[in-house]
């Protein structure tokens, strides 16, 4: 099925930015759409972006439009989360994950990388 590898996160201060990174390797990159979650302390885990497979179409969780951008390179088999203006709020573990289905926007992810810490300091 393959596997997804994500970059080392990192911590920044508000109103700063972040990029992180995944690599998907075996038929992953290929066959699926690609997108990011992300799980902060004591909540459950959030969609942030997606984008799809063949167009690149992409898609947001509202709370992180205007400030993160989802792109890909399907030379590298990388999809990229670049996070700009962060916030204390945006703190949390990011997944990347991969699925067949985009649902109103939302990434159905049937594959997990291991995640990513990612700390905004205020």
């Known amino acids: 099925q393959g596997q997804l590898v994500e970059s080392r996160g990192g911590m920044v201060q508000a109103g700063g930015s972040l990029s992180l990174s995944c690599v998907a390797s075996?038929?992953?990159?290929?066959?699926?759409?690609m997108g990011w979650f992300r799980q902060a302390p004591g909540k459950e885990r959030e969609f942030v972006a997606a984008?799809?497979?063949?167009?690149?179409?992409?898609s947001y969780v509202d709370s992180v439009k205007g400030r993160f951008t989802i792109s890909k390179s399907d030379a590298a088999n990388t999809v990229y989360l670049q996070m700009n203006s962060l916030k204390p709020e945006d703190t949390a573990v990011y997944y990347c994950?991969?699925?067949?289905?985009?649902?109103?926007?939302?990434?159905?992810?049937?594959?997990w990388g291991q995640g990513t810490q990612v700390i905004v300091s205020s």
């Open positions: 075996g038929p992953t990159y290929s066959s699926y759409h």
């Open positions: 994950a991969a699925g067949s289905t985009i649902r109103m926007g939302r990434l159905e992810p049937t594959l």
């Open positions: 984008i799809s497979r063949a167009l690149g179409t992409t």
